[in-house]
């Protein structure tokens, strides 16, 4: 079996420069990275990972927990923090909780048994003695935890007031907005107060509607969206907390003949691909999604390289005009 | 520091019991596993990992590469896929290629060097000295792979037989089918197979159009499609090889005032979330990703216990008639 000398030999290459090139320390050009890993195949070398770690203090893995893996949401963000965790040399072990609390915990321990670098985190609202003994750094996208490394988040506020100015602008006068999962405490749930902020402010009357985290696990809002449009037969402007919502209450009001945007406007939020495939096309909050999984890596790399890394970081939305107002 | 010894005392169990819960091995009641867990928690005991893959010949860790994680497809089989490796004790390493051979090598040789339990393959079709001197299980899933493990596909040409069938039968006079990437040998291909050969029989004229991979990769065929729809103006039923292509098909109609279902009628494929999402809904051909995922995890679980597993597994599709048809 081909050696860590044998690398450098064939490479043409010290045996510190190897080692550095595979453990991804310090400066390496791609000439000479090219050299090591056109020798590591030739030779068949498996550097061994288990055996590296045990020597390092962490793996070079990210445990990345999320409570939905095909929420079209999700899926964008995974995919981004994915392909950035990639250019810094990190990989991802991919958990996803479905929503349960006991699984997030279990996976938390998972993570830190698994010697990760750190952890991002998009699910729940996990208690803090999970945390307790986690040395390494810990990410939260659009969820609140005490104590921990960073936060990101968009400004969720700035994404409810925007929504309200918009529908309002449009000559809405009974608004109804579908907002978070009432069970759980986000950052989410400022949408809901930049909403209503401006309604107040400019005297509008609206309804809110609490979702809860079956709805949201499954994605099925269709019976709550037909209770909701039959009870609030006025509304003439709808703000919804995402665009599966706001895609399925295009589906609604199909079903019952409400013309969308005529008799109803309708604001999704997330700026997923699906906002441009329904019919009207949502208008919608856009989320900076790929900048917000950047910062995260970027974040985690540097609290891993010892750092000082800003707490919170929360990005700016835009609303994104289509064709449901 | 607690040691495996303390769990066991204070689980009032023995530590070879302790040992069996945590490295999963062999039957283990709730009721045991709970004690463990419990203590484990109490006395802030994490098993390391790393030191324990070093003395087993593998990891518990499955290394799951996918071309896309974004695309509603590869969310909906990664989230199956990571919801059963989890029943079965798997962790997933996420590894999104983005079709980009040199990182399916890459990620490959990362598996390895993680000394991963076994690899599912979703993507690209791997130079197969790629494997060499590998010894784990590698399952492929709508990919082909010679002399691996076993792969996994739905009959991709009953799907295309029956979407020709379905739309003969709606009297569609002129088909076009809009196919898969023309560079990469995929058993998606047979559904060009299947479509083609109920359209010879019946003598039904139809146009192949050929994708690309940055298509594939960004999700934009809207160019495409209007070249597609511009050139052959009397088309009047489309098979497409996927629903986000359908999707935009519909998208691409609007834009030319061209009535779905009436003038022109339109079938996906898989059966993704956003196929009940657009006006019209789409009729589409339902893969059983819930069901190969668990197969796929099924089969690596035997493999990696030394069993004979099947080596090509094939799944029935079935069409799903909404409003495109």
Same mark, same amino acid.
């Given at each position: ?16 420069? &190897? ?22 195949? %030739?030779?068949? *070398? ?16 990210? $445990? ?21 965790? *990639?250019?810094? /040399? ?8 479905? #929503? ?10 998972? #993570? ?9 985190? #998009? ?8 945390? %307790?003994?986690?040395?390494?750094? &810990? ?31 449009? $000559? ?6 579908? $907002? ?8 989410? %749930?400022?949408?809901?107060? /930049? ?14 509607? *609490?979702?809860? %985290? ?13 209770? &909701? ?76 390289? /010892? ?6 970081? &929360? ?11």
């Amino acid at each position: 079996m081909a050696t860590l000398k044998d690398v450098a030999k064939l490479a043409g290459l010290t045996t510190s420069t &190897v080692s550095r090139v595979i453990n991804n320390r310090g400066y390496i050009s791609e000439n000479t990275r090219k050299k090591v890993d056109d020798a590591m195949k %030739d030779l068949n *070398y498996h550097p061994n990972e288990a055996a590296r770690s045990l020597r390092m203090k962490s793996t070079n893995t990210i $445990g990345l927990i999320v409570p939905h893996v095909s929420h079209p949401y999700f899926a964008e963000m995974i995919s981004n923090l994915e392909a950035r965790a *990639y250019e810094k /040399g990190y990989k991802i072990l991919l958990c996803n909780s479905q #929503c349960i609390h006991e699984r997030e915990e279990e996976y938390i321990r998972m #993570c830190i048994n698994h010697k990760v670098a750190g952890i991002i985190l #998009c699910s729940g609202s996990v208690a803090l003695d999970v945390f %307790d003994g986690v040395d390494v750094p &810990v990410i939260t996208i659009e969820r609140f935890l005490d104590n921990r490394t960073a936060s990101i988040e968009c400004d969720n506020k700035q994404g409810g007031a925007l929504a309200a100015e918009k529908l309002i602008e449009c $000559g809405c006068k009974h608004l109804l907005h579908v $907002g978070n999962i009432g069970t759980l405490s986000m950052p989410a %749930d400022m949408r809901t107060e /930049g909403f209503r902020e401006v309604c107040e402010r400019k005297k509008i009357p609206f309804v809110e509607i *609490y979702t809860e %985290d079956t709805q949201y696990y499954r994605m099925e809002y269709d019976e709550m969206l037909e209770n &909701v449009l039959q009870k609030y037969p006025e509304t003439d402007g709808m703000f919804v907390n995402s665009d599966v919502i706001a895609a399925q209450t295009l589906q609604t009001c199909r079903k019952f003949h409400i013309s969308v945007p005529d008799q109803l406007k309708i604001i999704g939020f997330d700026d997923t691909n699906i906002a441009q495939l329904t019919t009207p096309q949502l208008t919608t909050i856009h989320q900076p999604v790929k900048e917000m999984a950047e910062i995260a890596i970027n974040l985690l790399n540097d609290s891993v390289a /010892g750092k000082l890394v800003a707490k919170r970081t &929360v990005l700016p939305v835009n609303l994104i005009e289509r064709e449901t107002t």
